[in-house]
Nanobody, 112 residues
Framework: QVQLVESGGGLVQPGGSLRLSCEAS????????MAWYRQAPGKQRELVAS?????STNHEDSVKGRFTIARDTYKLYLQMNSLKPDDTAVYCC????????WGQGTQVTVSS
């Protein structure tokens, strides 16, 4: 069974940067449309960014120009720059067209 594992989160000051990673043993990321999601306390999970097998990307309006999704054969990444307190959430990855079990996610906290 494929298991998603996210990493790279942490506590960062406003304006700072983080790079998140997602990997899954036995899964070739470039074969699937992949996405990053986030869930803030008391809010529903939302899609942040996605990338197709062909490499086309889409970013949610609130993160455009600040976040960049990327992948290689076996990992998915989210480069997050100019972080804001509103970006505080648990970040997870998944395959939006063929969802699998969610991983534990990685906590991102933006605070001074």
């Amino acid at each position: 069974q494929v298991q998603l594992v996210e990493s790279g989160g942490g506590l960062v000051q406003p304006g700072g940067s983080l790079r998140l990673s997602c990997e899954a043993s036995g899964m070739t990321f470039r074969f699937y449309k992949m996405a990053w999601y986030r869930q803030a306390p008391g809010k529903q999970r939302e899609l942040v960014a996605s990338i197709t097998p062909g490499g086309s990307t889409n970013h949610e309006d609130s993160v455009k120009g600040r976040f960049t999704i990327a992948r290689d054969t076996y990992k998915l990444y989210l480069q997050m720059n100019s972080l804001k307190p509103d970006d505080t959430a648990v970040y997870c990855c998944n395959r939006p067209l063929s969802m699998i079990s969610w991983g534990q996610g990685t906590q991102v906290t933006v605070s001074s």
